[in-house]
């Protein structure tokens, strides 16, 4: 079976470098804007400047061939596989973003928070449930 | 661009029938194997039991052609957008699950409370972070 991603828009962020891009979004991440397929945008209807989502971004500038790591990129830490890290370097390298909509401009939301550079596609956007943001 | 998805493991799971398959994961869904292929159990390494994971799938069954759904399936509740809903039916059918780790065997891992049913692909694994888990 094929599994093919559509690409439903980009990230237009001042993040250019790879190297620029803060690891995690708690670690300095600019103001970024969404910027969706029009075709899409009945899709992004009820999502309102507030709410919170998880964005899912294909970070199409990471190896797939990767299964180990060292965390961080520092390799004075022994090797992990990458299943137990947050590593962009994974056999599908599938971002998960947790962001603030900060603003609507038709096909364009802005968000909080994001930490991937620009150009990233974007796959999907889902409300935060109950059940991602509380320990069971 | 083309972006193909590789399948990792599969869901094993009694729930065999998509009406059987409780919506989220807190309305009483059973445990479930993750089986993976041998060929990425290297980057499974530093899992262990008691670990709550990001669980990521794809939702084969679903169409990929929805842009508006009525909650939860419900038609006397008004269209809403697909990326205001966790529905199944969206452009990429992407699964979010989160999961804790109850034993592990080789290349087969049982969880707790995942609402997949039998055969799901699976293509990430991540680790919780805290961004994940608490209000900014």
């Not at 990230?11 to 804007?33: I, M, N």
């Not at 507030?50 to 022994?78: K, M, N, Q």
């Not at 968000?111 to 796959?123: C, F, Y």
């Amino acid at each position: 079976m094929n599994i093919e991603v559509r690409i439903i828009g980009r990230v237009e962020s001042a993040l250019t470098e790879l190297a620029a891009a803060p690891r995690q979004a708690d670690e300095g991440a600019p103001g970024a804007w969404l910027v969706f397929d029009p075709e899409i945008v009945p899709g992004l209807m009820n999502l309102e400047p507030g709410d919170e989502v998880v964005l899912l971004t294909w970070l199409d500038r990471a190896r797939r061939d990767v299964l180990r790591v060292h965390p961080r990129g520092d390799t004075s830490r022994p090797l992990e596989g990458v299943f137990s890290t947050r590593s962009p370097h994974r056999p599908n390298p599938i971002g998960l973003h947790r962001v603030e909509i900060t603003a609507i401009d038709g096909a364009r939301f802005q968000v909080r928070n994001l930490e991937a550079i620009d150009g990233t596609p974007i796959v999907d956007v889902k409300p935060v449930l109950n059940e991602d943001v509380t320990a069971r």
